[in-house]
């Protein structure tokens, strides 16, 4: 049973530019949710993608978007990057509905702005 | 805004012992979700535990169990028989009831030593 997998594992970006990062969820889920974690902090949630539509919105700016496919698969898009959106970027996949809709995470994407 | 509270900032316990991390939550809904992760230095975060507010029964996922104490808003995570592969950090986090959001706290790094 394959996990949460993400895509790439780390990437050299300088500002400005932009950047789009992906996420295939555990089989059987279909839900996408996507964070941020900066270097010594806890994870801080951006949004949530539940049948192609963004289902709740972190308090992030309008650079940071987002997209569910069909497949449930999902990226993650960052817009006129900052040196500080250098951070991992973990994606995390639930079902609807059960046991909590627990979230289980994908190994995350290093984003390094320079 | 829900808010979760990690103190310990680093825990230390011999190989075999057992070792309690706190957390404490604020939040105001009578529903809510409590989570455990364990996120080594590859930096995947690892499902642990989950609490349900309505769950009578404290969770417990092999050696570890959740000491959930509501009146206190305390769900304190115990790992019995630490082993050397239990060192990482390890975050708490809640969801509220109805909303997808998980909000962690800032994290305890756990280090077995031999």
């Known amino acids: 049973d394959a996990g949460v997998t993400q895509s790439p594992t780390h990437l050299i970006k300088t500002r400005g530019q932009q950047v789009t990062l992906r996420c295939s969820p555990k089989?059987?889920?279909?839900?996408v949710s996507w964070y941020q974690q900066a270097l010594g902090q806890g994870p801080q949630f951006i949004f949530q993608?539940?049948?192609?539509?963004?289902?709740q919105r972190g308090n992030f700016p309008d650079r940071f978007s987002g997209h569910q496919f069909p497949n449930y698969s999902s990226e993650l898009n960052v817009n006129a990057l900052l040196l500080g959106d250098s951070a991992l970027y973990l994606c995390?996949?639930?079902?609807?509905?059960?046991?909590?809709?627990?979230?289980?995470f994908g190994p995350g994407t290093r984003l390094l702005v320079l | 805004a829900q808010k979760i509270t990690q103190t310990q900032p680093g825990m230390f316990v011999q190989e075999k012992e057992a070792v309690t991390l706190d957390c404490t939550y604020d939040?105001?809904?009578?529903?809510?979700?409590l989570f455990w992760y364990k996120q080594p230095s590859s930096g995947e975060m690892i499902f642990l535990i989950y609490?349900?507010?309505?769950?009578?029964q404290n969770a417990t996922e092999g050696r570890y169990s959740l000491n959930f104490q509501k009146a206190r808003k305390s769900a304190n995570l115990v790992i019995s028989a630490s082993q050397l592969g239990d060192s990482a950090m390890y975050f708490c986090?809640?969801?509220?009831?109805?909303?997808?959001?998980?909000?962690f706290g800032s994290g305890t790094r756990l280090q077995v030593q031999p």
């Open positions: 995390a996949s639930s079902p609807s509905q059960g046991a909590g809709e627990t979230q289980y």
């Open positions: 986090a809640s969801r509220r009831g109805g909303r997808r959001a998980l909000t």
């Open positions: 939040t105001s809904d009578p529903s809510y979700g």
């Open positions: 609490q349900g507010s309505y769950d009578q």
């Open positions: 993608y539940y049948e192609e539509e963004e289902r």
């Open positions: 089989s059987g889920h279909d839900t």
